[in-house]
């Protein structure tokens, strides 16, 4: 070997040694150092939270409520049209027993529906409960729950709760008990809801208040 290749060797010795030298440095401080989504992350985890005891008590409470909701009477009907639908009925018989009817009709959880069918009382009651649920496994670490499913859940299925209220502009629909019970129990997650994000944002002020100013 000539004089020459052994000091291009010596040269390229130093130069590929201090490359990886360079390289495990850069991977062990990368794996050190948290990236800034984890970072914020980790902010948002140590957010403060309402008492979970408090929260777990009104989630059960909430969840009874729409159960019990289901055999109670939501709605009562007084001079119901009734209106048979269908091919095979003749124009005498729709109307023999529409006059057959009883003058006021008594609605539960188990039989009325809103919007001529399309969501069962009893469906309204289980998003109910589904709403209640959700706020025992939002901050989930087995079970991911985006952020804004449970507010956006909890506003639609209280917007539905709402619509038999309509009903009511006349004296002829009034409002049972089941309807009172499954009201309560989609505003026990609205109020958390809001009392939690209230929270947080006191929280975010508070933080922001006592940062160092920069400079």
């Not at 055999?71 to 009925?89: I, S, Y």
């Not at 079970?143 to 859940?153: D, M």
């Amino acid at each position: 070997m000539s004089s020459m290749e052994v000091h291009e060797a010596l040269e390229g010795e130093p130069a590929e040694s201090g490359r990886h030298a360079l390289g495990a440095l850069d991977g062990h401080l990368g794996s050190m150092l948290p990236s800034r989504m984890e970072a914020e992350e980790a902010v948002e985890e140590s957010a403060p939270e309402i008492d979970l005891r408090k929260r777990n008590s009104a989630v059960l409470c909430g969840v009874v409520a729409a159960l019990l909701s289901l055999p109670l009477r939501w709605m009562t009907l007084r001079d119901a049209q009734v209106t048979v639908r269908g091919d095979g009925f003749p124009r005498e018989f729709a109307a023999g027993f529409g006059s057959l009817m009883p003058a006021t009709i008594e609605l539960s959880g188990m039989n009325g529906h809103l919007f001529e069918g399309a969501l069962p009382f009893w469906g309204l009651a289980l998003l109910v409960v589904l709403a209640n649920l959700l706020l025992l496994v939002r901050r989930s670490r087995h079970l991911y729950v985006p952020e804004a499913v449970p507010p956006v859940l909890a506003l639609g299925v209280t917007g539905l709760t709402l619509v038999p209220l309509l009903a009511t502009g006349s004296a002829k629909a009034t409002l049972g008990p089941g309807w009172v019970l499954c009201f309560v129990a989609i505003l026990v997650p609205l109020v958390y809801l809001f009392r939690q994000r209230a929270l947080v944002v006191a929280w975010r002020e508070e933080r922001r208040r006592r940062a160092p100013e920069p400079g």
